[in-house]
């Protein structure tokens, strides 16, 4: 297995998840060392496999960070991300603040494109349940974004 | 809504630095093929998310302070959380030589002060297995150990020659061991350990039950 490729191909998604978790960027980072140091320990994962296992190995890590009782105080994340666009940093805003059930379910939907039901299985939900977070993730995106301004009616989706 | 979040977030990639310091990570443990003097970076990947608890007037006036662990060596810094309440952590520096765990075939080591102890068998999902020493300056050090051999957590509290709690960190302490550990240890931190491993189903919860605890010992301080 060579842990140095399937870092390089999927660090980013390790990353973000984690940072959908919680949302602070060193603590994102940390996880992520967390999980491929972990990574480095399995003797070996099914070829094929290996981004579903990173996955959840990190939904597990941020949601043990979670619980631990200690949150660091961080610059507001908007600011640290250099995103190019007004309207991108206004959608990242709004995304991070949902709920972080609700976050987390629009991040692995949206972006990484997993079903509900693939969805259920890594967090250990419902489908049901992931189908509700998303309905009223949308909604409230909306209702957030138009009050901000943000052109919504042409994304259609919403 | 797709097109959105996938322009969005394709902005969003981990830090070069963060990329490299993982890589050397990966790097270097390769070329060693063995994993067993990583501690140091599993410490330092958990420092975030390890919280040390500490009386507030013991150290709000320093600002800062080193606490000697079995597993290193914790400097504890303060601040402010966003509700006013003063709030503490440590950051842990360890070393290989600091190794207090070591797995082997599926088995589970402590480097106990007379020797290893096999807690393989000992652990439990439930119930802490707790280790305790004291250092020649009359400190106490206690680990609070659970979960299996191959997932293990544990967490190390020290109190001063007087009797005084001074504080702690915790490593994969998640189970209903830790809160049990606590609870018999007496730590003047158990209430917050048990809204933390409680936390689950509400990561949100959890941080606000911190907020009121700090806040709570803030003002006995």
Known sequence: ?????????????????????????????????????????????????????????TA?????????FWRRNVEPLEDMIPLQETKDRELFKQVMQLKTGYRVVVYL?????YS??????????????VTTRLQRARQQLKKELEESGYETANEGAF | MKQQMKALFDQVTMS????????????????????GVKRKAVIAAVAAAVLCALPITAYAATGGEILRFLGGKGTIYHGSAENGSVIAKVEMETS??????????????????????????????????IYSCAAADGTVHYLIIGGSAENYGYAEFVKDADGVW????????????????????????????????????????????????WTSIDSEG
């Open chain 2, 166 to 213: 001074q504080g702690g960190y915790s490593y994969n302490a998640v189970g209903e061991w830790y809160k049990q550990g606590a609870r018999e240890l007496e730590l003047p931190w158990a209430g917050m350990i048990e809204n933390a491993v409680d936390g689950a189903d509400d990561e949100n919860a959890a941080v606000s039950a911190t907020s009121e605890e």
């Open chain 2, 96 to 129: 290989p030589e600091n190794d207090l765990f070591r797995q082997e075939n599926g088995k589970l080591y402590l480097m106990g002060s007379g020797g290893e102890i096999d807690l393989t068998d000992q652990l439990s999902e439930t119930e802490p297995y």
């Open chain 1, 60 to 68: 597990n890590e941020s949601r043990n960070f979670l619980r631990s």
């Open chain 2, 16 to 35: 070069e630095e963060c990329e490299m310091r993982i890589e050397k990570m990966l790097r270097e443990n390769g070329k060693k093929k063995h994993f």
């Open chain 1, 1 to 57: 297995m060579d842990v140095t490729a399937i870092f390089m191909e999927y660090k980013d998604s390790v990353f973000r998840l984690a940072l959908n978790y919680t949302r602070s960027i060193p603590d994102a980072e940390d996880i992520c060392q967390t999980v491929f140091l972990k990574l480095l320990r399995q003797p070996s994962i099914k070829p094929g496999c290996e981004k579903a296992w990173l996955m959840q190995v």
């Open chain 1, 116 to 129: 509900t039901e693939e969805i259920g299985k890594l967090l250990k939900i419902s489908k049901t349940a």
């Open chain 1, 109 to 113: 939907y949206y972006y990484e494109g």
